[in-house]
């Protein structure tokens, strides 16, 4: 599976993208494909390159002279790309790397039903309220400014519902995770994003819920595999329900 899933991936959701929510534009040139925001609060950034070591400076010397100064701007480095040392060429034009990201795909059919525990309910979002609520869980998880979040999922609500699915998990009256799912159109893959839990309710399997939730409703929706960019603390937890290790990806962006 992963040689066809890697190939799959680069293709469809890196050098073939779609604009998907109707708040971007894609431009593809020989060399690269850049996704580019419509909205000041949306994301632009280098979704894919086809780089050598003679083309590789005067690219991204051209990428970094057209987006300096836009907010969101991200070098999206793949660990397969080439050259080998473009991490070090991307340093030296002024950019700064986030942490590293484990890219993980499964099957959706292969993911197995978690049920959630004993008093927490998944609720799919199918307004603004319901975005509000889930942006703000967001912020109180993972402790950053959620108002550009709050702004493109609401943008992305309004003008392409049908890119997006949302879910929370409620105990009683209170929101103690969320989590969402961005279907890209006309490719195989629905990307998993989100997924944080409050401190108290972490470890009671909440976060397998919601993966099996969404790999569910991704399957309805027609998607073969789902993606997920992980970090450390989620990894572990997706490896366990059959997500594989496909490459790594490092976000590069202005310091």
Partial sequence: MDTAALDAFDQQL?????????????????????????IPQGWSGIV????????????????????????????????????????????????????????????AAAVPDFAPPAGVTLLDVTDAAGIERAVDVHGDVFGYDVGGLRARLLAQLAAAPDTLDMVLAVAGDVAVSAARTEYYPGTEFAGLWGGGTLEPWR???????????????????????LQVDAL????????????????TTTPYTFG
């Fill in 203 to 225: 470890g009671k399997g909440i976060y397998k819920a919601l993966v099996s939730h969404r790999a569910r409703r991704a399957q309805a929706r027609g998607a073969r595999y």
């Fill in 48 to 107: 894919w390159s086809d780089l050598d070591e003679d083309t590789a400076d005067a690219a991204i010397a051209a990428e970094v002279a057209r987006f300096r100064g836009v907010a969101g701007f991200e070098w999206k480095h793949y660990h397969h790309d080439r050259p080998a040392d473009l991490p070090a060429r991307l340093l030296a034009a002024g950019l700064t790397a986030g942490p590293d990201e484990a890219v993980l795909v499964a099957e």
């Fill in 232 to 247: 450390p603390t989620s990894g572990p937890i997706l490896a366990r329900v059959g997500f594989t290790r496909l490459t």
């Fill in 14 to 38: 890196r050098r073939d993208l779609s604009p998907g929510d109707g708040h971007t534009a894609v431009e593809r040139t020989a060399r690269l494909t850049r996704q580019v925001s419509t």
